[in-house]
């Protein structure tokens, strides 16, 4: 009689380990588990997002596919709080069309992605307000790129919004400048190059 194996560790993601789930920001592996699916065994991931009090089963082979990682490492993480102290960059389109884009970078799980979502909606005490659904895109980054903060480095959630914070703070006066799109590309490659000059 064959005892089922528990496997703790698969495509390099083991129990009770965070992870970074796209759609869902960070979740923790709580278990592997196989299933019967259509006569087929699958192998899932059974993924908990304490702060969505919701559980996920992510089936083994498809977790690269679908863009679920490891946490970033530190450095990564220090890259991710530069970037909110750059200085905003709002394109002069729609903004439905901004919103779309903010969101897709949102979900995108890519912590240098949400860091630009979370500094070119950012508002200062002394600014004007933020309309309900810039405030409500803001949040959602600010939380999700919080959570991987706290998690990388073992700090509470509301430490890594002030951590956050702190760093937005640090940044160019906040007049969020109004670019081209055509221009922004221009910008962008100017950008490089200061910072080429910069790490010489």
Known sequence: MSSQKKTSQRQGFKTGESIVYPAHGVGQIVAIEEQVVAGMKLELFVIDFEKDKMRLKVPVAKAEAVGMRKLSETDFVERALKVVQGRARVKRTMWSRRAQEYDAKINSGDLISIAEVV??????????????????????????????????????????????????NKGPKRGAKVVDEADADAEDEDDVEVEAEQAA
């Open 119 to 168: 500094r070119d909606l950012y508002r200062a005490e002394s600014q004007p307000e933020q309309s309900y659904s810039e405030r409500q895109l803001y949040e959602a980054a600010l939380g999700r790129m919080a959570r991987e903060l706290a998690a990388v480095n073992e700090i509470s959630e509301t430490e890594a919004v002030q951590l956050i914070e702190v760093n937005l």
